[in-house]
């Protein structure tokens, strides 16, 4: 246990690099999964909470978006933000900003048919109640959410589990950028093609740890949720 | 006084609710009776404002001071209290606890809402509701899951409540014994039409249709008199 600890140490002391595409990393997995998250809670509770026509075709289409391949997304997002793309002019193509776009795109879709489903499972039981006593809709919905947390924690780490292992989109839009948008998968990638086996299996160790630690904490959660 | 006219649920082609005229009056409990299907859900989700009829007048509600309790009572997940004190604009705990030891249920004050039983969160439910004034208050079977003595104590809970607010109290009951020691009125519904309104004693005693006297028969009214 002390020569992987050690191993590790020397590996984190001799690779500057490496803590920053760990850096990298964790700052497009969690930016992503906040605004994914956010989005796709915020849009599937309201979906959830409301019966309208049309109801059901978005909870399909959400559906269908759950299983988009990344790399399509990265092809898309690629299109739109290259030079002769509609937001070309922002130049974002090869960001980290461009990486977070795509997958938000990815986690999105996830969390709003995830969110509208827990929230519609609740639906019957709570809504004639939260009506029933008067409260406003701000309050029904913020109720709503409070009921829904265990689902809707678990919505927030298969997000940050989704934007924290992908590689597709990561590597069309980010372009495994040197210092720049090299995160651990597209590291994993490039080392692996160079031979680095040692650098590459640390990368894949560490990534597997940083996946340990937020099961862990979505598990204690869900725990005090129950 | 609460009143509707012309009031019809229609769903597809089938009419739930048909109300020509019915009204209510402060300081009385009505009970609403029939069958299965007869309408008292429906009729109570419209004077919630829950449910918007297909057509008709609805005059004197007030949403703001309108309370109802559905059939199956909810309790969120965190303590009793806070499950009374949510229903309070000023989350007032003197007002939610006093709630709370009307209906029994003053010593799970600090329990958690989620674990509480049928029983417990029904009458959970109800300090709920009355926690505070309220002019109308709609009740969906309040005790079906209550134990006798619990019953009880709901029971004298509700008229104490009405006494002192001079409010309006609906419930659905499908206990004709609950109807008479309880409420000043019945209303008997039947394929959502009101067959009989009027005076809990003579409408349960002395029905004056077909219809409610098989009803009421059915159920040995007279027997547990």
């Given at each position: 246990?002390?020569t992987?600890?050690?191993?590790?140490?020397?590996?984190?002391?001799?690779?500057?690099?490496?803590?920053?595409?760990?850096?990298?990393?964790?700052?497009?997995?969690?930016?992503s999964?906040?605004?994914?998250?956010t989005?796709?809670?915020?849009?599937?509770?309201?979906?959830?909470i409301?019966?309208?026509?049309?109801?059901?075709?978005?909870?399909?289409?959400?559906?269908?978006?759950?299983?988009?391949?990344?790399?399509?997304?990265?092809?898309?997002?690629?299109?739109?933000?290259?030079?002769?793309g509609?937001?070309?002019?922002?130049?974002?193509?090869?960001?980290?900003?461009?990486?977070v776009?795509?997958?938000?795109?990815?986690?999105?879709?996830?969390?709003?048919?995830?969110?509208?489903?827990?929230?519609?499972?609740?639906?019957?039981?709570?809504?004639?109640?939260?009506?029933g006593?008067?409260?406003?809709?701000?309050?029904?919905?913020?109720y709503?959410?409070?009921?829904?947390?265990?689902?809707?924690?678990?919505?927030?780490?298969?997000?940050?589990?989704?934007?924290?292992?992908?590689?597709?989109?990561?590597q069309?839009?980010?372009?495994?950028?040197?210092?720049?948008?090299?995160?651990?998968?597209?590291?994993?990638?490039?080392?692996?093609?160079?031979?680095?086996?040692?650098?590459a299996?640390?990368?894949?160790?560490?990534?597997?740890?940083?996946?340990?630690?937020?099961?862990?904490?979505?598990?204690?959660?869900?725990?005090?949720?129950? | 006084?609460?009143?509707?006219?012309?009031?019809?649920?229609?769903?597809?082609?089938?009419?739930?609710?048909?109300?020509?005229?019915?009204s209510?009056?402060?300081?009385?409990?009505?009970?609403?009776?029939?069958p299965?299907?007869?309408?008292?859900?429906?009729?109570?989700r419209?004077?919630?404002?829950?449910?918007?009829?297909?057509?008709?007048?609805l005059?004197?509600?007030?949403?703001?001071?309108?309370?109802?309790?559905?059939?199956?009572?909810?309790?969120?997940?965190?303590?009793?209290?806070?499950?009374v004190?949510?229903?309070?604009?000023?989350?007032?705990?003197?007002a939610?606890?006093?709630?709370?030891?009307?209906?029994g249920?003053?010593h799970m004050?600090?329990?958690?809402?989620?674990?509480?039983?049928?029983?417990?969160?029904?009458?959970?439910?109800?300090?709920?509701?009355i926690?505070?004034?309220?002019?109308?208050?709609?009740?969906?079977?309040?005790?079906?899951?209550?134990?006798?003595?619990?019953?009880?104590?709901?029971?004298?809970?509700?008229v104490?409540?009405?006494?002192?607010?001079?409010c309006?109290?609906?419930?659905?009951?499908?206990?004709?014994?609950?109807a008479?020691?309880?409420?000043?009125d019945?209303?008997?519904?039947?394929?959502?039409?009101?067959m009989?309104?009027?005076?809990?004693?003579?409408?349960?005693?002395h029905?004056?249709?077909?219809?409610?006297?098989?009803?009421?028969?059915?159920?040995?009214i007279?027997?547990?008199?």
């Amino acid at each position: 246990m002390s020569t992987l600890w050690q191993t590790f140490c020397s590996l984190f002391a001799a690779h500057s690099e490496l803590r920053q595409i760990i850096g990298v990393t964790l700052r497009m997995a969690c930016t992503s999964t906040l605004i994914g998250c956010t989005l796709g809670i915020t849009l599937g509770i309201l979906v959830g909470i409301t019966e309208f026509r049309g109801k059901r075709a978005i909870l399909r289409i959400t559906s269908t978006l759950m299983s988009l391949p990344p790399v399509l997304v990265g092809v898309i997002v690629f299109f739109i933000l290259s030079r002769s793309g509609p937001l070309g002019q922002f130049r974002l193509l090869y960001s980290v900003t461009a990486m977070v776009i795509s997958q938000v795109m990815l986690i999105t879709p996830a969390a709003m048919n995830l969110a509208a489903t827990a929230a519609g499972e609740r639906m019957g039981q709570v809504h004639e109640t939260m009506a029933g006593i008067g409260l406003n809709r701000k309050k029904q919905i913020w109720y709503m959410l409070y009921e829904c947390r265990k689902q809707l924690s678990v919505i927030l780490f298969l997000g940050f589990g989704r934007a924290i292992s992908e590689v597709g989109a990561a590597q069309l839009v980010g372009g495994n950028i040197q210092y720049k948008t090299r995160v651990m998968t597209t590291a994993i990638v490039l080392e692996t093609n160079k031979g680095n086996f040692d650098l590459a299996l640390a990368l894949g160790i560490i990534l597997l740890l940083i996946a340990l630690v937020v099961n862990v904490i979505a598990g204690r959660l869900q725990k005090g949720n129950t | 006084m609460i009143s509707m006219h012309n009031v019809t649920q229609v769903y597809g082609t089938r009419c739930v609710l048909n109300i020509e005229d019915m009204s209510f009056e402060p300081g009385r409990i009505y009970a609403l009776m029939g069958p299965n299907g007869s309408g008292k859900t429906t009729l109570l989700r419209i004077m919630a404002g829950i449910l918007q009829p297909t057509t008709g007048e609805l005059t004197g509600f007030d949403p703001a001071s309108t309370g109802y309790m559905p059939q199956r009572a909810y309790a969120f997940g965190f303590s009793v209290l806070k499950n009374v004190t949510m229903a309070l604009e000023n989350a007032d705990e003197e007002a939610a606890m006093e709630a709370l030891r009307a209906v029994g249920m003053d010593h799970m004050a600090q329990a958690n809402g989620s674990g509480l039983s049928g029983g417990e969160a029904q009458r959970l439910a109800l300090a709920r509701m009355i926690a505070r004034p309220r002019r109308l208050l709609l009740l969906d079977e309040p005790t079906s899951a209550t134990d006798i003595a619990g019953m009880g104590q709901v029971e004298k809970a509700l008229v104490d409540y009405v006494d002192k607010t001079n409010c309006v109290l609906v419930f659905s009951t499908h206990s004709p014994a609950q109807a008479s020691r309880f409420a000043t009125d019945v209303v008997m519904l039947q394929d959502g039409v009101a067959m009989e309104m009027g005076d809990a004693k003579s409408v349960l005693l002395h029905p004056k249709t077909e219809a409610a006297r098989t009803f009421l028969q059915h159920w040995q009214i007279r027997t547990e008199e």
